[in-house]
């Protein structure tokens, strides 16, 4: 079979979702996979068994989700990526740039490690007094 898409059993695709058509190939949607409302999945994406897409995610080309892959609401994954079993558990909102490790949880644009991103979001919001004592310090050096 060339240029289709394949949806096993049990699979669920919520409303307004879209799966593209492979070229040449196939887009395959594994058994027991759940999509929910509003996702893009492009061509030649190979999501395997019991796999849940979460509101507004983005699958590009070519991409491969082993199974049991869980993708949090409005993620985002590149082209030729392979997204591992276990899953990587995408928070919310994540851009997934690149293959991640089995079993990491991930979250941020681009997606890192849950527990660095969250630590970084803290870190961020002492930038403005850290800027201010390195400035006083600068002041006092001269």
């Not at 979001?121 to 050096?141: G, I, S, T, W, Y």
């Amino acid at each position: 079979m060339i240029g289709v898409v394949v949806i096993e059993d049990d699979v669920e695709i919520g409303a307004n979702s879209t799966l593209d058509r492979a070229r040449f190939s196939r887009t395959v949607v594994g058994e027991g996979t759940k999509i929910d409302n509003m996702v893009q999945i492009a061509h030649n994406v190979v999501i395997g068994k019991h796999c849940i897409l979460c509101a507004q995610v983005g699958i590009s080309g070519s991409t491969t989700l082993e199974d049991y892959v869980i993708l949090g609401g409005q993620a985002g994954v590149g082209g030729h990526i392979n997204a591992r079993q276990g899953p990587p558990r995408p928070a919310a909102r994540p851009a997934l740039p690149m293959t991640r490790r089995r079993g990491a949880t991930l979250n941020g644009t681009p997606a890192i490690p849950y527990m660095l991103e969250r630590r970084l979001q803290v870190l961020h919001q002492r930038l403005p007094d850290l800027f201010k004592r390195v400035e006083a310090l600068e002041k006092k050096a001269e």
